[in-house]
């Protein structure tokens, strides 16, 4: 029965990270103006919500900020879109005996999200407006980077808290 589980849960998580990834693939299918406008949209919250004196400032202070932090917009959403891509295909791989036992086996996780990152960014490369950026790459994988470090800290407290006492009663019993 426990096997038909496992399965099934990699069955839902291997179509979850396909859909993941076109998700992505739509983002970075858009051309610089629907691109920039999913951005200002954001930056437009960001800036009414944080920034009382905007509409006093002059125009240049103005587009200075707006610019400033439509870039860390940008990248930001970058760094999720691979954290949320990292952290599916982690789930995948913890499914598997061989990654529980050697943890290095998530390698492989960076590996496919820097590939995945860096065909993306080739991809936008022919997206009328949109450039490709190495740095871009960078920023994908530190996000899938850092939902493997934060997954691998969940598992172990589960496995700490919740796994691991439960084993040990067994054995004393």
Not at 10 to 33: K, N, P, V, Y
Not at 124 to 145: C, E, L, Y
Request: hydrophobic share 50%.
């Amino acid at each position: 029965m426990r096997k038909y589980i496992i399965i099934a849960a990699r069955g839902i998580l291997i179509a979850a990270i396909i859909f993941w990834m076109m998700t992505i693939f739509g983002f970075s299918a858009q051309d610089a103006e629907a691109s920039q406008s999913t951005s200002d949209i954001i930056t437009g919250k960001i800036i009414e919500t944080f920034v009382d004196n905007y509409d006093d400032m002059s125009a240049a202070s103005q587009r200075e900020l707006w610019d400033k932090i439509s870039f860390v917009v940008r990248k930001v959403g970058h760094f999720g879109e691979y954290g949320i891509l990292g952290g599916l295909i982690f789930l995948l791989m913890i499914t598997f005996e061989k990654v529980r036992k050697n943890y290095k086996w998530l390698i492989l996780e960076l590996v496919v999200c820097a590939a995945y990152a860096s065909t993306d960014e080739f991809h936008q490369g022919f997206v009328a407006g949109r450039s490709p950026m190495i740095r871009d790459v960078f920023i994908d994988t530190a996000g899938a980077f850092t939902a493997v470090v934060i997954s691998l800290c969940i598992w172990h407290f589960i496995l700490k808290r919740f796994v691991m006492p439960e084993k040990m009663k067994e054995a004393n019993n």
